[in-house]
């Protein structure tokens, strides 16, 4: 998806700067130019979905840098992410701080969300810059094949596989 919408990984969308206080995502006065990550903020495989048999992660919407939120609004493609600029367990966002000209990160690694700087952007792209600061998440395919989602899919896999060797008897 990331290569889809962002082929060399430099694009930013401005939007209202957003802050961690009581453990809480909120916006603040200003404004950071965010990089276009659309599976980070709810890459974990509790908020994605599977497309024959495959888990996938969840995606944000356009809508995700809208200034305010908006009841009726879909912020990502499952749902899962409910406002504007929200990150959810396991996920993190990317921007750059006009004001320090520093990239900054919202992760929510641990316990609560925490913004860390990751410095001043260098080399030619600024999401390989990024990834080469942050901490590596557990990719889908290394998940555990008994957790409810990826059993579940493998499931459907097996049934799709099944009925497809079905259907072919029948034309031999």
């Known amino acids: 998806m990331e290569m889809i919408v962002d082929p060399s990984g430099n694009r930013v969308h401005p939007s209202n700067a957003i802050d961690v206080r009581d453990g809480e995502i909120v916006d603040v006065v200003g404004k950071f130019e965010y990089l276009v990550e659309v599976c980070d903020p709810s890459e974990d495989d509790p908020f994605g979905y599977t497309i024959d048999g495959v888990l996938v992660s969840d ?3 356009p809508h995700y840098f ?4 908006s009841s009726g609004v879909r912020y990502s493609f499952t749902g899962a992410i409910t406002r ?3 990150v959810l367990k396991n996920g993190y966002l ?3 701080d006009s004001a320090t000209d520093e990239v900054q990160q919202l992760k929510y690694f641990a316990q609560e969300p925490q913004i860390v700087t990751l410095g001043s952007a260098t ?3 600024l999401r390989e810059f990024v990834d080469s600061k942050s901490k590596t998440t557990s990719t889908l395919s290394k998940r555990s094949a008994k957790e409810p989602k990826l059993a579940n899919a493998k499931a459907r896999k097996l049934a799709l596989a099944a009925a497809a060797e079905m259907r072919a008897r029948r034309y031999a």
């Open 59 to 61: 995606f944000y919407t």
């Open 66 to 69: 809208d200034p305010v939120e």
């Open 84 to 86: 504007p600029r929200d």
């Open 94 to 96: 990317s921007w750059i």
């Open 123 to 125: 080399g030619s792209c």
